[in-house]
């Protein structure tokens, strides 16, 4: 069983580091030695450096002048040999894989339609599991309410303060169950997804990653499937953690105006 990390870098060369060195101990952590791993680095880093390699995976790193967050991953997946893998993995560097992770896929139980597969990704700020995302397809109405909160960052600050606590409060451990969509953090495909879908192209700087994804899984006549017994720790934020209110509000609105205009018109 092969498998192809992308992470999505963008300065954060200690948490790329660690990054590689849970996917390899993972690797370490089983005794079957048909499981591969590559990593393809899609760099977005204003000062690119060197990645230290490791013995038990192959790193590559692809530089590109920061398209964004998924376009820089699409860039690099698509400049692989898709038909070598079995799944492929989009994510952020500031996530930790479990030493069980490729354990947990032996034992997994999905069916031929699943082409995303939403592991239990355990945030450490909120200390839940921020999977899953999104249940069930939005409203164009709920986008609409959502893009209102982005086109005021005060009122998005309220939000947070108030109504989204409220939510990260009451949140309860779900079981393998199919979902709209998966959060983007670390999502992983079936190779299978890249090569039936036609190929995608995310004119979006940021956000809203995981809407895109899941119509595309849709439209393909595939789902997405929340798989708790992979394993994910979410140390978050390496990069949109010191971006300014403004900007991050700036940039999930104009993400929301892409979608809505996209698949809800």
């Known amino acids: 069983m092969r498998f192809l990390f992308v992470p999505v870098n963008y300065n954060s060369y200690d948490s790329l580091n660690a990054y590689i060195?849970?996917?390899?101990?993972?690797?370490?952590?089983?005794?079957?030695?048909?499981f591969r791993a590559d990593i393809h680095v899609a760099d977005n880093s204003s000062e690119p450096k060197e990645i230290a390699q490791d013995e038990r995976v192959t790193i590559l790193a692809r530089?590109?002048?920061?398209?964004?967050?998924l376009q820089a991953a699409l860039n690099t997946i698509y400049s692989a040999d898709l038909s070598s893998y079995d799944y492929i993995i989009i994510s952020n560097v500031d996530v930790l894989v479990d030493e069980s992770f490729f354990v947990s896929f032996k034992?997994?139980?999905?069916?031929?339609?699943?082409?995303?597969?939403?592991?239990?990704?355990?945030?450490?700020?909120?200390?839940?599991?921020?999977?899953?995302?999104?249940?069930?397809?939005?409203?164009?109405?709920?986008?609409q309410q959502l893009r209102l909160l982005f086109r005021f960052p005060l009122l998005y600050h309220l939000?947070?303060?108030?109504?989204?606590?409220?939510?990260?409060?009451?949140?309860?451990?779900?079981?393998?169950q199919d979902i709209y969509a998966g959060h983007g953090s670390f999502m992983v495909f079936t190779s299978e997804f890249f090569q039936k879908c036609p190929k995608m192209d995310y004119p979006v700087f940021l956000f809203c990653?995981?809407?895109?994804?899941?119509?595309?899984?849709?439209?393909?006549?595939?789902?997405?499937?929340?798989?708790?017994?992979?394993?994910?720790?979410?140390?978050?934020?390496?990069s949109t953690g010191k971006m300014k209110l403004s900007k991050y509000c700036k940039y999930n609105y104009e993400a929301l105006t892409y979608i809505i205009n996209q698949f809800y018109e």
């Open 107 to 143: 034992d997994l139980s999905i069916d031929q339609q699943t082409a995303w597969i939403a592991p239990a990704i355990y945030s450490e700020s909120e200390k839940r599991d921020v999977n899953p995302k999104i249940q069930e397809r939005y409203s164009k109405k709920r986008l």
């Open 21 to 34: 060195q849970a996917v390899s101990h993972a690797l370490q952590m089983t005794d079957d030695n048909s």
């Open 63 to 69: 530089h590109y002048d920061n398209p964004g967050y």
């Open 209 to 238: 990653e995981e809407i895109f994804l899941a119509e595309k899984v849709e439209s393909i006549g595939c789902k997405t499937t929340y798989c708790p017994s992979i394993k994910i720790h979410d140390k978050e934020h390496a």
């Open 159 to 176: 939000y947070t303060k108030t109504v989204y606590r409220k939510k990260v409060i009451t949140a309860t451990q779900k079981p393998q």
